[in-house]
């Protein structure tokens, strides 16, 4: 039977992620892997959830397992409003912070809408942002239009308003960014440095000024590893005030800082236009599927209403849960052993990295989070190298998944929380041999 009939005019815009295509074939346990974004099993506070398990069915009773608020439920928003100083009214529950940047596109943008972000993105993102048929354009796109337009080179588009000339956004932004190059490396641009250097079309210029919200990963980058100076994040902001367009602030990592200082989130510095998602999948469990968005009350509004036909509401008893891990402190006793354990893998993928990798080859040093980003020689294609890789028992994601249009073939994400620490140096070792045959 075709069947091609019954799909709708989204189908064909769904992004299969090559992430979860790698996990279908391969026996993570089998092989070094540096492919997924798990967190360590070691990091689940196995015995606080035996603990609460128990004291949530004698708090809530079978209120615990009763559908419940589309919005989440009280104690579980009003815990986190505490924690962030946010009002409980500028807290919306989601069933993971996947949906809620699901809900965010599906909520503000048409198909053909623009939405902004800098390269690489995030592949989860870049799924729900082509299902819903958005137009993904890069930031710095916008930023060469607008000093076009102050040249004179392009006419001025839609833009209005007041606050800093185009030309100061533009060539102040991204100027620089923590968590850059390895000391110990030699050579090679940042992500951000490789973006695309658009040679479109003065009406695809001007689109891009038409966008609906600006998505980042302002804290340890999913898949970069960067962390956004306060500079850059100001840009940001600057930049959405001239454009008159929100931003989608993505945060599930900001809490697993490792070294350096925090910086100030975009919704501190732009409550008025930012939808700041976070998640407890990297401080309590993914298996929980659950996360937050703090933003304004109408903008949550629309989104509460569109969450009722996602799922009614989130899981109530995993919210009972995280309320009471998070209100109790034991979030915050687990999260002090989480970042020791992280900082520990981090830097020994550094230090490998270091010894063993081939001239020509080098990497981000993140802050925190889970990943870090390796940029090879030019010749080297990472798509190309997968297999073999693969069957020296050797897994990574190879950059360009993360790229709107495929580029920077020579570029790999590796992730340093999922893999034994055992396995970690065996992994790099075969790693480096397998590029250095190759350059
Ligand atoms: C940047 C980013 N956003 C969102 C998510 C989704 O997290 P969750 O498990 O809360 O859906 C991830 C997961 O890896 C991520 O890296």
New binding site residues.
């Given amino acids: 039977m075709d069947y091609s009939k019954f799909f709708s005019a989204d189908v064909p815009s769904f992004l299969r992620s090559p992430v979860r295509e790698i996990f279908r074939k391969v026996d993570l346990s089998a092989i070094c892997s540096f492919a997924g974004?798990y967190p360590a099993a070691v990091t689940f506070p196995v015995e606080d959830i035996k603990r609460l398990s128990s004291e949530v069915l004698e708090k809530y009773g079978t209120k615990a397992l009763q559908y419940g608020a589309t919005q989440g439920v009280p104690e579980l928003r009003e815990v986190i409003a505490r924690r962030y100083g946010v009002p409980v009214s500028q807290v919306q529950i989601t069933t993971?912070?996947?949906?809620g940047?699901d809900v965010c596109t599906r909520v503000f943008v048409n198909p053909g809408d623009v939405v902004l972000a800098n390269n690489p993105v995030?592949l989860?993102?870049l799924q729900s942002f082509k299902a819903y048929r958005a137009q993904v354009m890069n930031l710095d796109l916008v930023q060469s239009t607008m000093v076009d337009q102050v040249q004179g080179i392009i006419g001025r588009g839609p833009i209005s308003g007041t606050g800093p000339s185009p030309a100061s956004v533009a060539s102040t932004a991204f100027q620089g960014t923590s968590g850059g190059l390895s000391p110990g490396d030699k050579s090679g641009p940042s992500p951000k440095s490789g973006w695309t250097k658009s040679a479109e079309a003065e009406a695809q210029k001007r689109k891009a000024l038409s966008a609906k919200f600006i998505y980042v990963?302002p804290d340890f980058n999913?898949p970069s590893g960067e962390t956004m100076t306060l500079a850059e994040r100001e840009e940001i902001v600057r930049l959405a005030r001239e454009l008159d367009c929100l931003i989608v602030e993505?945060s599930?990592y900001r809490e697993l800082r490792y070294s350096g200082e925090p910086v100030k989130t975009i919704r501190e510095l732009a409550p008025e236009r930012t939808l700041h998602l976070g998640?407890f999948?990297k401080i309590f469990a993914?298996g929980f599927?659950l996360?937050w968005i703090i933003g304004p009350e109408e903008l949550l509004e629309q989104i509460y209403i569109c969450k009722q036909c996602l799922d009614l509401c989130p899981p109530v008893f995993d919210q009972y849960m995280a309320a009471e891990f998070m209100g109790s402190g034991a979030l915050d006793r687990n999260l002090q052993k989480t970042i020791v354990e992280y900082r520990k893998r981090r830097d020994l993928m550094v230090a490998l990295l270091e010894k063993y990798m081939p001239e020509g080859c080098s990497w981000t040093y993140p802050e925190g989070g889970l990943f870090l980003w390796l940029t090879l020689p030019e010749e080297i294609d990472t798509v190309a190298l997968y297999d073999e890789a693969l069957s020296a028992g050797v897994a990574y994601v190879a950059g360009s998944f993360f790229y709107v249009d495929g580029s920077h073939r020579n570029t790999m994400r590796m992730n340093f929380s999922f893999i034994a620490e055992e396995k970690m140096e065996p992994g790099i070792k075969i790693l480096s041999n397998i590029i250095r045959h190759a350059i």
Avoid: E, M, T
């Fill in positions: 974004g993971s912070s996947q949906q940047i995030y989860g993102a990963i999913n993505d599930p998640s999948s993914p599927r996360g």
